[in-house]
């Protein structure tokens, strides 16, 4: 089992390029987020999904948009990058139960860096 | 768990003493804790979690604690090794939270010594 996957690891873009950043799950989890990690600022929610064609806003959505077409993909997109989304970016996903909350799992990440 | 601003609070060890990695959460209703480990360069890894019906649950070498009381979180690692050199964060949420929404504290770096 691969777990979460993210592609790429690594992207430069320069400000107002668009990009797309892609996370796959081979777990079966239902619900799904993307999250931005920021020196001192913790990890902050900025769109999840809790199943196939739903998404919803986090803490941070602005200049983010996500789609999710298939139930193992999440897709981010950035449409025109800005240098304050500069960030390393987490995708993670978790089960749901009627028994309670699950842990999320995470991958290792997509370090952005806009110029 | 509290956000510090830039510098994260870092606890030094020596190896094969026990850690204690502290968290204070802010929700009365949270009832759902988990524990992550992150690494340099890595994703947050799960550790351990606890439900608000237990006081105590262990794992392998990790033992996290639950003061509901007073709102406070401990995650205790026994023996530290040097693969324990991390940050660790902890994570709220409550039932029924949409979409089991994590709030997450601002971490604290792990640093063992040999």
């Known amino acids: 089992n691969a777990g979460v996957t993210q592609t790429p690891k690594f992207r430069v873009l320069k400000t107002g390029q668009s990009m797309t950043l892609l996370c796959a799950q081979d777990m079966n989890h239902e619900y799904m987020y993307w999250y931005r990690q920021d020196p001192g600022m913790g990890l902050r929610l900025i769109h999840y999904?809790?199943?196939?064609?739903?998404?919803a806003k986090g803490e941070v959505p602005d200049g983010y948009n996500v789609s999710r077409l298939k139930k193992q993909n999440f897709l981010l997109g950035l449409e025109s990058a800005a240098p304050s989304q500069t960030s390393v970016y987490f995708c993670a996903s978790s089960y749901y139960t009627g028994a309670g909350n699950q842990p999320q799992h995470f991958g290792d990440g997509t370090r952005l860096s806009i110029l | 768990g509290e956000s510090v601003g830039l510098h994260l609070p870092t606890l030094s060890v020596q190896e094969g003493d026990n850690s204690i990695i502290n968290c204070a959460y802010s929700?009365?209703?949270?009832?759902?804790f988990i524990w992550y480990k992150q690494e340099s360069g890595k994703g947050p890894q799960f550790i351990i979690d606890?439900?608000?019906?237990?006081d105590k649950r262990q794992g392998q070498r990790v033992t996290v604690l639950l003061n509901k009381t007073v709102k406070h979180l401990s995650l205790q690692i026994a023996a530290t090794q040097p693969g324990d050199s991390a940050v660790y964060f902890c994570a709220e949420t409550y039932t029924p939270a949409a979409g089991n929404k994590l709030t997450f504290g601002g971490g604290t770096r792990v640093l063992v010594k040999p």
């Open positions: 999904s809790v199943g196939e064609g739903t998404t």
């Open positions: 606890i439900r608000s019906n237990m």
């Open positions: 929700n009365s209703a949270s009832d759902y």
